[in-house]
């Protein structure tokens, strides 16, 4: 592609800041970019002349419809379309949006999950628009990107606790710049860039597998003779077919102003990475849901299925999705870069310090913000971070902690470089991007954050909107000590000071996918919560109901409701996955196992009956063999079967039924596919309906 045509293309759907500068009145821009910034309410007139414009921009695009794009609690992206139509008395039609049609619309909202918050008969839900991130026209609809709340004001989306926790965070990290001297920056921007991780297989193949189109992962699938273990894939060359995907992917993307700018091959043979350059979370939000669906729909075009489930392969790595997070001020101060004289250091410091004070206090929050039955393949299994949150810092910011939790400063830096020692003693720090660890959860990376426990096919919307209120909580009480403060620098080093010494137990710079640092992180009281059904309760403890509600990013009532959908669609996946391994166990996999030993019974009769004395111990093993798992795979076929039945008796508690899906169905889910898998090497390939993982992982 030419340079010049990729300029182009760039943004091309999107009404971004040129096309409303391009397109609307100044005054009306004005005040526009008013309401963007600072958040002010938007005068009702100026809306009905930002929708005029965007209708005719929007129309010259192709669009026909809009729709009020949303972020429901099913972690996907919902729409509904309505044409631009009005009709008039002649019988004909004029084109219309209005700036009422702009700002609010009520979709029947009665099938989306509240968790009691509404009931059905309440089905009003109202989306209300987010000019913070911008309108864009995609397949000829203009989509308008926006919060979704109850009748009674409750959020029933993704998008408004993310919003609410922006306001916070920006709320108490001014504070603390404020008292740093800083009197310029007008706001403080949550920036995330997420790494995608995705899977691509042939859709012929795909096709073939229930487990993969009504589960999103392979419930049955032996190990192929070849995995990942030659390490041939990762950043290896990108198969033909691939990189043609990831071009027209990237251009699908760049149209709508997603800057996709990273792409690789990943660790597991067939998954691949895509990384965009960061954003505001909310964007950055919104970005990562039009990417993964892009992918599925790009993928299609190339006979191909994009699969983001984070586990759809027992035995090869899983998908994840890295969350690169950090603060930065409106007029452009990363937070987390460390400054070059000592006054940058201190500020650096406390921010850092907050994190890190955060991340250790409400550790089970963030560990439920990536709670999903999905990630429960991934999270603690050996090629992903473990269930255990802990902070990679690097080994020279370490040593400076630890000196300051020794003697209340830093006097040298472990680099060596430059060391400066001003009022706040604290020494010059350089970033060191050599210093990697790759099974930290939690990892410092010179100037962000990466979380990497989100799973692949998640919003990191709850991620984030955690992660921001946990940080903002904690820096409120940095902000309250230090204005009430007599030493402005001593109390500043006695904050270091505490929070190093109460919450170095989280830092942990070592091997995360060790047995030894499960032993060390239970000795240090970290929690180790390896299932979603453990995690989900921390949403509803105290401490945490308390630091959502202080921030107003989550009522009582509002976790009260997220905890009842998370449990309920864990019980329901796993319920799901049951029956569809039930029906390719009963429908699929043993009559084709009986078949295959008819074949062979045939085999040692055809043989025995030729008279002659010939050897049919292979027959005859085999048919001993194949006959004695297929007993026992109609057994657990059995056992599964009555577990998933009896789901229905247990008492009407969410939790009760989440935890007899683990427990029982899931349990029993497992048993039966290792005698599934086992009958996959034994049965003859011709006879067996199943594409392999051999078929699926290596094609051409
Ligand atoms: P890696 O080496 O881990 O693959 P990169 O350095 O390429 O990662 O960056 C990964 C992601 O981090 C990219 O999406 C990048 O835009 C994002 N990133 C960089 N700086 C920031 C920041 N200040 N805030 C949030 N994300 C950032
Ligand atoms: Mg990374």
């Known amino acids: 592609m030419q340079e010049n045509s990729l300029k182009t293309i760039f943004g091309e759907n ?69 044409s631009f139509i009005s009709p008039t008395p002649d019988g004909k039609v004029i084109t219309e949006f209005s700036g009422k049609e702009l700002i609010k619309g009520e979709p029947d909202a009665s099938s989306f999950p509240s968790g009691g918050l509404r009931a059905t008969f309440e089905a009003r839900g109202y989306t209300a628009w987010d000019c913070t991130s911008p309108a864009f026209v995609k397949d000829n609809v203009l989509y308008i990107p926006t919060a979704f709340c109850s009748y009674t004001g409750e959020a029933l989306d993704l998008k408004t606790p993310l919003l609410r926790s ?79 995907f990831m071009k027209e992917l990237n251009e699908e993307l760049w149209k709508l102003g997603i800057s996709a700018k990273t792409e690789h091959n990943e660790v597991a043979p067939a998954q691949h990475e895509l990384a965009p350059i960061f954003n505001t979370t909310n964007i950055a939000t919104d970005h990562n849901q039009l990417t993964m669906d892009t992918m599925k729909k790009v993928a299609l075009r190339n006979d191909l299925v994009c699969l983001l489930h984070e586990k759809p392969f027992a035995g090869v790595n899983g998908s994840g999705k890295h969350n690169n997070w950090s603060m930065s001020t409106d007029d452009g101060l990363n937070l987390l870069d460390p400054g070059t004289t000592p006054h940058e250091n201190a500020q650096f410091l406390v921010f850092l310090c907050s994190v890190i004070k955060a991340i250790d206090e409400y550790a089970d929050l963030l560990r439920v913000s990536c709670a999903t039955p999905g990630n429960d393949h991934r999270l603690g299994a050996n090629e992903a971070p473990p269930a255990i949150i802990s902070i990679f810092l690097g080994e020279q910011l370490t040593d400076i902690l630890e000196q300051i939790s020794e003697s209340g400063s830093a006097t040298n830096s472990k680099q060596g470089g430059e060391l400066k020692i001003g009022v706040t003693t604290l020494p010059t720090l350089h970033k060191d991007s050599t210093d990697r660890n790759r099974t930290s959860p939690f990892a410092f990376t010179g100037n962000k954050f990466e979380f990497r426990m989100v799973g692949s096919s998640s919003s990191i919307a709850t991620a984030n909107y955690i992660l921001n209120t946990i940080v903002a909580e904690v820096l409120s ?55 979603t059904v453990d995690a989900i309760p921390a949403l509803l403890k105290d401490k945490n109901v308390k630091v959502m509600e202080k921030h107003g990013v989550l009522s009582k009532v509002e976790l009260e409701s997220r905890y009842e959908i998370m449990l309920e669609n864990y019980a329901k996946t796993i319920n799901i996955e049951a029956l569809t391994m039930l029906d390719i166990a009963k429908r699929q996999l043993l009559p084709a196992v009986i078949k295959f030993i008819k074949e062979v019974a045939d085999s040692v009769n055809a043989a025995k009956s030729t008279g002659l004395d010939v050897k049919i111990d292979a027959q005859s093993d085999l048919l001993a063999e194949v006959s004695s798992l297929a007993a026992e795979f109609k057994k657990r076929i059995d056992n599964l079967e009555n577990a998933v039945n009896s789901a229905s008796n247990i008492e009407n508690d969410s939790f009760a039924i989440a935890k007899y899906y683990r427990d029982e169905v899931f349990t029993k889910m497992g048993e039966l596919r290792e005698i599934g898998d086992k009958l996959e090497t034994l049965v003859d390939a011709e006879i067996w309906p199943l594409p392999t993982y051999a078929d699926m992982l290596f094609y051409v």
């Open 166 to 244: 922006m306001e916070a965070l920006s709320k108490q990290a001014l504070r603390v710049l404020r008292l740093f001297g800083n009197t310029t920056s007008k706001k403080v921007i949550t920036t995330v860039g997420p790494e995608q991780e995705y899977f691509l297989i042939d859709k012929k193949l795909y096709e073939k597998r229930k487990d993969l189109i009504l589960t999103g992962r392979t419930l049955f699938g032996s190990k192929s003779p070849k995995g990942q273990e030659m390490e041939d894939h990762y950043f290896g060359t990108i198969r033909e077919r691939v990189s043609t």
């Open 14 to 82: 999107v009404f971004n800041d040129a096309v409303m500068r391009e397109r609307l009145p100044k005054q009306t821009y004005n005040a526009l970019r008013k309401t963007i910034d600072e958040g002010l309410p938007l005068d009702p007139k100026v809306a009905d002349v930002v929708a005029n414009a965007m209708k005719d921009w929007a129309i010259e695009k192709g669009a026909t419809h809009f729709t009020h794009w949303f972020q429901p609690l099913t972690g996907i992206t919902a729409e509904k379309h309505e």
């Open 477 to 531: 009480e940095v902000a309250d000590r230090l204005e009430n403060a007599n030493n402005f620098n001593e109390e500043v080093q006695k904050i270091l000071k505490e929070i190093v010494t109460n919450h170095k137990r989280v830092i942990f710079n070592g091997n995360g996918y060790s047995e030894e640092w499960v032993k060390e992180a239970e000795k240090r009281g970290l929690p180790n919560i390896s299932s």
